[in-house]
Structures are given as C-alpha cells and as structure tokens.
C-alpha cells in the first residue's frame, strides 16, 4: 500500500465535532476532501460499538484513495501490530446487505495482500447496524 496523502485523522475528535461543517474543516486541515457529509453521520454511534479509547481509532485514515486500483476505503485504521481495520460508511437504512457483503469480500481482498490480520466492518447510520464479515466470509450484525 503506498504511503497517504492525506494525514490521519483521530476519529474520537471527529466524532465530537456535531456538525458537518465543523467536520469538513478538520478533515480539511488533514488534507481530506473526498468523504461526503451523509459518510460522516452517526460517528459518535460508531465508536458505541468498539471498546473505549482503541489506540487506532487515533491514526484513522479517512477517505484513503488507492488509484492504480480505483479503489477508496471510507475509513481505514491500521495498528502499530500491523493489523487493518477497514470501515466502510453507509447512509441508506435500506442498504442492501448482499452488496455490503460484496463490498468487505472486495477489501478483504485487497487489504488481505498487506497483511493477514484484517478486520472488516460496514456501518450504516440510518439503521444504526453494524456489519462484520467473519474469516468464512459470512456477514454478521
């Protein structure tokens, strides 16, 4: 993987900024414009679902574009024991969940060629649900 462009964000503080132009603004100053305001509702819901103070939720890269691949993970978090996180944002309580499959099926694949200890999650806000694909690639939530 090469190395970000952009800085990485700390997810907590992002989470605490309510709105999306304060939002916008912080991602900004990191260099980030990509990811879209409905992307970045219901963070603070996200981080309900993950132990409190996850060291990598400090180091997230938001919006991480990777173009010899055309391909763009919403949030990317990767640990200093080389383990990937890989959140991928919804809006659409309605979301279909064979294309979210479809979806953490792709990444595993991409980000399973850096390393073998990938985490792959989608969170969609409107149903405020959260989705892991598991080593047998079955979705759960």
């Known amino acids: 993987m090469r ?3 952009v800085q990485a964000a700390n997810l907590y503080q992002l989470a605490q900024l309510h709105d999306h132009v304060a939002q916008r ?4 100053q990191l260099g980030n414009t990509t990811i879209r305001d409905q992307e970045l ?10 132990p409190d103070n ?6 997230v ?5 990777v173009p010899q691949i055309s391909k763009e993970f919403d949030l990317l978090l990767v640990s200093s024991d080389r383990r990937i996180i890989n959140i991928e944002l919804k ?3 309605d979301y279909p969940e064979d294309k979210v499959r479809k979806q953490l099926v792709s990444n595993h694949y991409y980000l399973s060629q850096v390393t073998p200890d990938v ?3 989608t969170y969609n806000s409107d149903a405020n649900r959260l989705y892991t694909l598991t080593p047998t690639g079955d979705l759960v939530h």
Do not use: C, H, N
């Open 119 to 121: 985490e792959l999650y």
């Open 25 to 28: 603004a912080y991602l900004k």
């Open 54 to 59: 996850m060291a990598a939720f400090k180091q």
């Open 3 to 5: 190395k970000p462009i």
């Open 61 to 65: 890269y938001v919006g991480y574009d």
């Open 41 to 50: 509702t219901g963070l603070s819901r996200l981080l309900t679902y993950f």
């Open 91 to 93: 809006s659409d309580a």
